[in-house]
């Protein structure tokens, strides 16, 4: 009897390209070098600092933040205690890290060796929006539209939730993203329990809040992340109604885009182009014309992310957590 073999290596020798109009990217489903005892380790969000070291977060509460050096090799991580939901984080100009937690309604702050430096937020108390997390359990218990026999649905709980948001409130209701301009302004999506976006002077200080709930040109459900590009401009995508907003850093609408989208999750600038990452498998590319560039990927292909991010050589940095399951980090290289 032969006994026939495959290739040693399978996953790492074939390859997934993925272009358009004149871009392509090579997908590297298994990246990052990492301890046995983060074989199974979920991402929800990173960024890379300006010697492209990428910093994590991860869903391990015993390992919140997590940094790769720029080969993707593990370095360490640190953060254990500081956290209950993380998000998304944000490197800054000054070398410290914003991250977003979405259960105890902060944004922290803390220095690239773990220590804390200071909250945005008041901690564990989330901003009076009129949302109500447990909405889709006090229906069922009052015999309202869920069937009373029915079995948890984390889904349709979540967006039943959402649904409850009443206004634009003061920071923070489970924040979602963070980011700093080149004017020092620092912003923040508030998307899971707030339709809002805040703007922070460099000092803390909240400049002003926009936002509400809705589905049209400056309202959001879910405003899930957010960057804001060389021109001081914030884009920010709404997952929920699958839609990116433009505004000017006083909440000016510039541009909207509802169409042609799998619901995008995640945002980064760079000095040439703007990315969005989509839950549902794609990636659109604008230009500082705020003009898609390109849109690789199709309905539920494998670019799935949750967060993404990327470097100085133009590699972008997938994060799926739940939506692609057995892929934590992926890559997306120049081909």
Not at 58 to 86: A, C, I, T, W, Y
Not at 93 to 121: K, Q
Not at 122 to 128: E, M, R
Request: charged fraction near 25%.
């Amino acid at each position: 009897m032969k006994q026939i073999n495959g290739f040693e290596g399978r996953d790492g020798k074939s390859r997934s390209v993925f272009s358009h109009n004149g871009f392509a990217y090579e997908l590297i489903p298994e990246y990052g070098d990492f301890p046995k005892e983060f074989e199974f380790t979920m991402y929800s969000g990173g960024y890379c600092d300006k010697d492209d070291n990428l910093y994590m977060l991860s869903r391990d509460n015993d390992h919140p933040v997590v940094m790769l050096d720029p080969e993707g090799h593990f370095v360490k991580s640190f953060g254990k205690g500081l956290f209950k939901e993380v998000h998304n984080l944000f490197v800054t100009p000054e070398n410290t890290l914003l991250c977003t937690d979405t259960a105890l309604h902060v944004v922290r702050e803390l220095t690239v060796d773990g220590e804390w430096i200071r909250d945005f937020g008041t901690l564990g108390v989330p901003s009076d929006s009129g949302y109500d997390r447990e909405i889709w359990r006090k229906n069922m218990r009052r015999g309202k539209i869920v069937a009373t026999d029915l079995a948890f649905d984390k889904g349709w709980s979540f967006w039943m939730a959402a649904q409850t948001i009443q206004r634009a409130a003061p920071p923070f209701n489970r924040p979602t993203g963070v980011c700093v301009g080149p004017k020092g302004d620092m912003f923040v999506s508030d998307g899971y329990g707030n339709a809002a976006i805040h703007r922070f002077s460099p000092e803390g200080e909240l400049l002003n809040t926009w936002g509400g709930p809705g589905d049209a040109p400056g309202k959001f459900y879910i405003p899930h992340s957010l960057c804001v590009d060389q021109e001081n401009r914030v884009w920010v995508g709404d997952r929920e109604a699958n839609s990116i907003h433009v505004f000017d850093e006083d909440g000016n609408v510039l541009a909207y885009m509802n169409e042609n989208l799998y619901q995008p999750t995640a945002m980064w600038a760079n000095a040439q182009y703007i990315f969005a990452a989509e839950r549902g498998g794609g990636l659109t590319i604008f230009g500082y014309d705020m003009e898609v560039k390109a849109q690789l990927g199709f309905y539920n292909s494998p670019i799935r992310a949750h967060g993404m991010c990327g470097n100085s050589k133009g590699e972008l940095f997938l994060m799926p957590l739940s939506t692609y399951d057995r892929h934590f980090l992926m890559k997306l290289a120049p081909a």
